[in-house]
T-cell receptor, first 110, second 115 residues
Framework: QKEVEQNSGPLSVPEGAIASLNCTYS??????FFWYRQYSGKSPELIMS????GDKEDGRFTAQLNKASQYVSLLIRDSQPSDSATYLC??????????FGGGTRVLVKP | EPEVTQTPSHQVTQMGQEVILRCVPI?????FYWYRQILGQKVEFLVS????????KSEIFDDQFSVERPDGSNFTLKIRSTKLEDSAMYFC?????????????FGPGTRLTVL
């Protein structure tokens, strides 16, 4: 059973601070990694994809991938109240199916 | 910006009834997926579909489930005889593969309630 693990949170951060989210995965053969944001009652919304070891930046978001350690992380800089949501880590597997973690709930306090 | 659309947004049905959930993937996408999310739980993969065939399916996707692309735009999920435990949000997703990369975009979901 291929697993994706995340801390469920909530991760509480003050407005303007950096939120740091982590995700570990069990399938060493995984090649593609994704962060989705999900507001309550809504569908997953893609934030970032990352395929190579290292960092990838997109606006206020930075994804980091370390395949040797089998973890992927997401940094949210200058956190805003609108960033309050559940962040889902997803890993690509056979048949291109995504295996999701349980999500980390982030609360940004003004 | 192109989006995946799904209908209906909410479906209420009686146990044992058949339901069809509909999706219109992004127009140039060739790969289609169904996922479900039971309230408070993880998003779970059900099935992937390409070139009019199922590419991969999960243990959840048993004989009660089927998928179809009846025309050039729609992608459907049928549940033949619904059970109480089928109550969940059902998400359709689509993607276009470019080399190693394949990013799936999700529709807004259909909330299925089985009574």
């Amino acid at each position: 059973q291929k697993e994706v693990e995340q801390n469920s949170g909530p991760l509480s951060v003050p407005e303007g601070a950096i939120a740091s989210l982590n995700c570990t995965y069990s399938d060493r053969g995984s090649q593609s990694f994704f962060w989705y944001r999900q507001y309550s009652g809504k569908s997953p919304e893609l934030i970032m994809s990352i395929y190579s070891n290292g960092d990838k930046e997109d606006g206020r978001f930075t994804a980091q991938l370390n395949k040797a350690s089998q973890y992927v992380s997401l940094l949210i800089r200058d956190s805003q109240p609108s960033d309050s949501a559940t962040y889902l880590c997803a890993v690509n597997g056979a048949g291109n199916k995504l295996t999701f973690g349980g999500g980390t709930r982030v609360l940004v306090k003004p | 910006e192109p989006e995946v659309t799904q209908t209906p947004s909410h479906q209420v049905t009686q146990m044992g009834q058949e339901v069809i959930l509909r999706c219109v993937p992004i127009s140039n996408h060739l790969y289609f997926y169904w996922y479900r999310q039971i309230l408070g739980q993880k998003v779970e993969f059900l099935v992937s579909f390409y070139n009019n065939e199922i590419s991969e399916k999960s243990e959840i996707f048993d004989d009660q489930f089927s998928v179809e692309r009846p025309d050039g735009s729609n992608f459907t999920l049928k549940i033949r005889s619904t059970k109480l435990e089928d109550s969940a949000m059902y998400f359709c997703a689509s993607s276009v593969r470019q080399g190693m990369t394949d990013t799936q975009y999700f529709g807004p979901g259909t909330r299925l309630t089985v009574l």
